[in-house]
Structures are given as C-alpha cells and as structure tokens.
C-alpha cells in the first residue's frame, strides 16, 4: 500500500510539475511579443543612430556596414582585466601556455587598432571599454590606457557585467579605476552617479 501510495504522489508531483512547465513556456514565451517596445528593439526606429559593439571574433563587412546611414559609431573592447605578467615562467606546458595567452593577446591589440582605424576612416565615431574583473583597478586602468591608447574625442568606458564581485570589478573599485586615471587622461573632474 505504501508502495502504491509513493507512486501516485510522484505522479501527481509529475503532473503537477508538466503544468508548471508549460505555464511557464506560455506565459514567458509570449512575453517577449507583450512587452516588445522601442526600447528593446531600437533599431527598428529608422531615426535612431547606431552604435556597434561587435565581438572581436566575428568578421565585420566594413563597406556593408556603413551603407546604413543610421551607423554613426563603433565601441570596441579593449582591455580585459589585469595584464598578464611580461614573463612565463614554470614547466615546458606552462611556459607553452603563458605563451600562447601572450600570442592571443597580441592579436587582440591587433585587431583593436586595425578597428579603430577602419571605423575612423569610413568616419564613424570611436570608443573603447574595459571589461573590468576583480584586481587592483589602478592597475587595470593602467592597462586600459596602455592597451586602447584613446584620443581626446574617443569615448572610453567601464563594462561592469554584474555585482559579483568574485568574477567582476566591484562597484567601489569601479569609482577607484574611473577616478584615478580615467579622468586624469582626460583631465577633467570625474563623478559616478
């Protein structure tokens, strides 16, 4: 009997969880068609400018993209928290890896400044952010600007992904990045809201 009991619980539990299941692809499903506004698509607005953030990974038809007037800007990532250190060190795998992230990040300043100069050619603004990990954030302004080297009239920014943190620049390190070099590279008064 407690067998049979057990049995028609988990199927009720089942049951009951099959419906919870498809409420929530129902409801959140259709969400995206109720709440779809402007703000969510705004490339839709032929009146708004463009700005494009493109992964570094992905190829970019420069000449196709300028066709569309609505482009007016490009922001690149730059840096990525703290540079790695200028020498390798350990085993023969180690030293292979150490490396290999050296090649990599090479190729990313490569590729960064052979952007930024295809978009200023083509007359498209420029800006450059900092993907900002935890770590000493003096440090990873440091890199910031040694790694984008920004002009006067180019944007530069902060990319705070979410506030763990463990993975992400904290907030309070944030304003300490921002304010100690950020703004004395533009030598202009710095405030956070």
């Known amino acids: 009997m407690y067998l049979a009991e057990s049995n028609n619980i988990k199927s009720q539990?089942?049951?009951?969880?099959?419906?919870?299941?498809?409420?929530?692809?129902i409801i959140y499903g259709l969400t995206p068609f109720a709440v779809a506004s402007d703000f969510n698509y705004p490339w839709r607005d032929r009146q708004?400018?463009?700005?494009?953030d493109a992964y570094e990974k992905n190829p970019i038809d420069w000449q196709k993209m300028v066709t569309d007037k609505r482009v007016r800007a490009f922001?690149?990532?730059?840096?990525?928290g703290l540079q790695s250190p200028w020498s390798c060190a350990g085993n023969a795998t180690e030293q292979k890896i150490c490396k290999k992230s050296f090649?990599?990040?090479f190729m990313k300043r490569q590729l960064y400044h052979t952007r930024k100069?295809?978009?200023?050619?083509?007359?498209?603004?420029?800006?450059?952010?900092?993907?900002?990990?935890p770590g000493?954030?003096?440090?990873?302004?440091?890199?910031?600007?040694?790694?984008?080297?920004?002009?006067?009239?180019?944007?530069?920014?902060?990319?705070i992904?979410?506030?763990?943190?463990?993975?992400?620049?904290?907030?309070?390190?944030?304003?300490i990045f921002c304010k100690t070099n950020l703004c004395a590279h533009r030598q202009i008064p710095c405030s956070l809201y």
């Open 13 to 25: 539990i089942c049951a009951a969880f099959i419906k919870l299941a498809l409420a929530f692809v």
């Open 48 to 52: 708004k400018a463009l700005v494009i």
């Open 75 to 80: 922001i690149g990532k730059s840096s990525d």
């Open 103 to 105: 090649q990599n990040y």
């Open 117 to 133: 100069t295809l978009a200023k050619a083509l007359g498209l603004k420029w800006g450059a952010y900092h993907l900002g990990r």
């Open 136 to 159: 000493n954030p003096i440090a990873q302004a440091n890199h910031f600007l040694s790694f984008a080297k920004p002009e006067k009239d180019e944007l530069i920014a902060l990319d």
């Open 161 to 175: 992904e979410h506030d763990d943190p463990k993975k992400w620049i904290s907030f309070k390190d944030a304003e």
